[in-house]
């Protein structure tokens, strides 16, 4: 008998696909993950009607309110139901705050009381623990009693949920908060990952960053403004505020300390609120090993890529 290829351990590829019902990117949608039960239902709230007449969501399951209140601060909720179209024909009166919604529901009717119980604490409990948005939950239920087999169930379920609803606009249920160096099982170079540093001088600031699986991760330790400098409307002025509310940035002798390791989007969202205001990346983080520039680094890579890439015998034009 051949033998069996070795198992990777790193995560597989996975198929979304986005029905967009009414051709509209801000109207209703449908989500669904290539052989995966879920099924995902978003819509505006002017819209409610319009998602209620549907016959898929009469059954259990979880969904998420979200939208602003009277003072502007972004604010959530997580519920369950054992029939969601009568669960939000309630909300509709009494929670007159919500601007979008999400319904998750199951083929062929396979959440239950208990299942729906469960992967709403969990959620509550997910939200809570990023702290990017403020829940209207009270308090956080407790987890119901499933079998071994049925929590197994329910957190790949659960998995595969998270994987859809960042692509839903629900960012705050995107945990950026990343494990020690220590704890990294892979990166983007086999010999290890790729290190860079940001110096301030003049502001006291300082930053060490690692690239690994794809994220610009701003390491802990690393000393950032006390305060944000730029324009309160400048792109990262929000989420310089948003890591000093959620304890990613902690005061200490007049700056401001990452206290856990943080993946940002970008070099220059990394170094935006390390410098305290919009700056330029790709030319503030050089690479620790050959003190080139991010930019710089970037562009190598490229060139070298494109070069084991090129047709043999092609040549330069």
Known sequence: MGDFPAVSARPTGRTLELYFIDGTPDGMLTAQ?????????????????????????????????????????????????????????QHDAAKPWWTRAVIVTAAGESLN??????????????????GRVRLENGTTPPW?????????????????????????????????????ISASVTSIDASGPITFELSTPKHGVHGQARLAEGE????????????????????????????????????????RRFSVDYAFRSPSAAAAVLNGRSTN???????????KTYGQWERDRLHVSGARTAPSGSRPA
């Open 33 to 89: 993950v290539f052989n995966w039960t879920g099924r995902v239902l978003a819509f505006p709230r002017t819209q409610l009607s319009e998602a209620l007449a549907r016959r898929d969501i009469a059954q259990a399951g979880v969904y998420f309110l979200w939208g602003e209140d009277v003072a502007g601060e972004e604010l959530a909720y997580v519920g369950e139901s054992e029939n969601v179209r009568e669960r939000f024909r």
């Open 113 to 130: 009381k208990a299942h729906v119980r469960y992967l709403e604490a969990r959620l509550i409990d997910r939200v809570r623990g990023i």
């Open 144 to 180: 119901p009693p499933l079998s071994e087999a049925e929590r197994a169930n329910m957190d790949v379920f659960l998995d595969n949920l998270l994987l859809v609803l960042p692509t839903l606009r629900l960012d705050f249920l995107v945990q950026h908060k990343r494990e020690p």
């Open 216 to 255: 610009f991760i701003v390491e802990a330790g690393s000393v950032a403004r006390a305060q944000w400098a730029g324009g309160p409307h400048q792109t990262y002025a929000a989420l310089f505020d948003e890591l000093v509310r959620t304890g990613v940035l902690v005061a200490e002798h007049g700056m």
């Open 281 to 291: 990346g790709a030319e503030e983080w050089r690479e620790v090993a050959t003190g």
